[in-house]
């Protein structure tokens, strides 16, 4: 569904994008992560035809992004970020016009939009003027308006940033149950370590316009990072000890092992008699942190109490 090859983007001196090489395959819902500045935007401006690589090619839906933009664009939906400010439109007429301006005949883009109305839990927007909905309902809305044209693939640039935590869980649930119904391809962007790792059955890691990992949350956990097991003991007596026979490292009255099978290791070295054993689960941003000395949750924009648990 998409292919890129060494997919670069320079802004005068600056390499927002970096030589990416990405497939995407069909039904893929595929989460790209990384700090603001990333080259997250970028790259889905080229994948939408809106800006022009300065090298390397991409492929998306079976056609070239600068030699067959208008094929691109009828097989593709884009919600960037903050789309549809200020409109008086009802949000019927608003998806129906969007519909139209797809090429789509009246009748198709009513029937249409009364589908997407239903399948996205918009009843209640369908006839309010777009400028007055909430944040999540005018996310959900952009959403509808993405998809009107049924396209196979769906851009979503960070969907659930400006969201209470209740509207985003509700967001992340109807693009779950868009992609089960519909078996759209999603490539959606995100600083929300919690979404990628929920949401998304691979995260793609970028940083200074690179891929710097590309797997499952549960791979990419696995192989950077692993589970640590932190024993506690009385005292630094008891904890040396322990350190010696496990070959973990002291730290004070505990000593922490990294194990790709944590709780299994746990069990075993209940046998040294810690007073408390803990096992620590990775993070997304421990693999970040891991892969470049940086943690993403150092973000500025996303705020640090909805990005506590990974
Ligand atoms: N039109 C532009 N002109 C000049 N520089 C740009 C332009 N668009 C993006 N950049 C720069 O390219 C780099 C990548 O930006 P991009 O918006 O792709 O990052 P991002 O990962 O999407 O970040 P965010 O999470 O903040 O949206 C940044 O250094 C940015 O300042």
């Given at each position: 569904m998409i292919e890129t090859r060494e997919l670069t983007k320079h802004f005068k001196d600056v390499?927002?994008?970096?030589g990416i090489n990405l497939t995407v395959a069909r039904g893929e819902l595929v989460a790209i992560l990384g700090p603001n500045g990333a080259g997250k935007s970028t790259t889905l401006r080229m994948l939408t035809t809106l800006i022009p690589p300065t090298s390397g090619s991409a492929e998306v839906a079976g056609f070239d992004v600068v030699r067959h933009q208008r094929e691109v664009r009828l097989r593709i939906g884009y919600i960037g970020q903050g789309n549809g400010a200020g409109h008086s439109q009802r949000g019927r007429d608003e998806l129906i016009s969007q519909g139209r301006a797809y090429g789509m005949g009246v009748r198709a883009a009513r029937t249409r939009a009364d589908e997407l109305i239903e399948s996205l839990g918009l009843a209640e927007v369908?006839?309010?003027?777009?400028?007055?909905?909430s944040g999540g309902q005018r996310r959900r809305l952009d959403i509808a308006m993405g998809l009107i044209h049924a396209p196979e693939l769906l851009f979503l640039d960070e969907?659930?940033?400006?969201?209470d935590p209740q509207n985003r869980a509700n967001l992340q649930e109807h693009i779950l149950r868009l992609r089960a119904e519909h078996g759209t391809t999603i490539v959606l962007t995100t600083h929300y370590l919690d979404e990628a790792d929920s949401m998304a059955e691979r995260v793609i890691v970028i940083d200074h316009g690179r891929i710097i990992a590309d797997d499952t949350p549960r791979q990419l956990k696995a192989k950077h990072v692993g589970d640590r097991v932190i024993l506690g003991f009385a005292g630094p007596d008891g904890a040396a000890e322990a350190a010696r026979a496990s070959g973990g490292e002291q730290r004070g009255a505990q000593v922490r092992i990294t194990s790709d099978d944590g709780p299994r290791l746990a069990a075993r070295l209940a046998a040294l008699g810690p007073d408390s054993i803990e096992v620590v689960r990775p993070t997304l941003d421990d693999v970040f942190l891991t892969l470049t000395?940086?943690?993403?949750?150092?973000?500025?924009?996303?705020?640090e109490s909805e990005l506590v648990e990974a």
């Open positions: 390499r927002a994008v970096d369908a006839n309010r003027t777009v400028s007055t909905l969907p659930s940033t400006g969201l000395g940086r943690s993403l949750r150092e973000d500025a924009s996303a705020p």
